[in-house]
């Protein structure tokens, strides 16, 4: 019995433990910045990694998911005689709530568990061991620039995820099944707001982004410096920063909520 | 490895891909014009009852829309809604005895104001007030109205009557004020 207490115990501290680690790492990066010069081409190409590389996966999903959502929307719509409302419908869904959201589950998918085993990767191989022998320090020269390249890299995907959504329900809802494009637009633009829906969204998603990259760059840094230890780090980024996602999502829509 | 300028030339066209987007999401999508703020002149209408007028909502004369709501308050003293209409500067010969109506786009759908120009020969300015005002049709009333005068005139035909006075009598308090 005491044993089984202590167990539970020994567990709330590993988990509190973890928490501080992480805590400590993101005050090393955040607050001791390195120098702009030397900092700011180790971020572009993080960019470059985790976000010009992931805007085909991006590209293409967003334009599939807005047809989806156009063609099931249309035909539900349609039932009550409310076609014209596709817009909307499309623009409100895919700028507050699928945009963000699904942009950061494919951002955690591609980008994320690439940073956690990369970074693990370089600490099993003692790259990281032998930074520090150099006297340059691995948290300014590898963890911060990641960890910044992700944080940008999210708001910008999301905005491009969004207006190819939109574009995928314009191909499918105007040109396919012939809805009048004037109609689509215009009832869009009275019903969609700049400020509550589409700055509301890019909000969630600065957030989204900021979580997935600290999650990554955590796992992968505390990685096991195994390969086993390097497969259950990133399986655990993919799978902390989902459930991350969905539970700020609802978070940040309760909160965000009282505009609309 | 790729070379940092090639890197960096990327990473540019993402970021004007980006902004391209959100431009897009703006005015596109959005139809964001308030960054720059639409010429125009503001006119008051107090309305007894809005119904589900917005901010925003469309202003129109003949249906073309020529202005949007741009405030709604409610006057402490008169319990009136007073709605302030912005109108764009290429609208400036509305006759100032027009009249305002909030009017319902189809069946369900939202609310907006029409505005019915008249014959004076003086124009609404800068600060002015619509005198002649429509409150919104609120369904639920007109069909508690009309039950009502179903109900009555089957038992006797002083119904019709009784209505009238209920109607008059609330014209009068809102002209005596």
Redesign the interface.
Known sequence: MIDRIALLGRFSLEVIRDYGKAGQLLWQVIFRFPQFRKGF?LV??Q??AE??LS?IIIIVSSLFIGMVVALQGYHTLAKFGASAELGPLV?LSV?RELGPVVTALLFAGRAGSAVTAEIGLMKATEQLSSMEMMAVNPIHRVISPRLWGGFISM???T??F??TA?YGAYLVGVKWLGLDAGVF?SN???S???HL??MNG?IKSTVFGFVIAWISVYQGYFAEPTSAGIASATTRTVVYSSLAILGLDFVLTAMMIGGW | M?S?RT??T??G???L??IG??L???F?????TSFFKTEGYNVTASFDDIGQLKV?A?VKISGVTIGEVSAIQLDPTTYKAVVTLHIHSNMKDIPDDSSAAILTAGLLG?NYIEISPMYSKTFLKNGSDIEDTNAAMILEKLIGQFLFKIGNNSSDSSATNSNDKSVEKKKSISKGE
């Open positions: 081409p572009l190409q960019i470059y976000g010009v805007l623009a700028a708001p910008l995907l905005m491009i969004n207006v939109i637009w869009m633009q009275s969609v707001d700049f829906d589409v890019i | 790729l940092q890197i960096e990327s990473v066209l993402f970021l891909a980006a987007a959100l897009v999401l703006a596109k999508v959005s139809g964001l925003r469309a939202d």
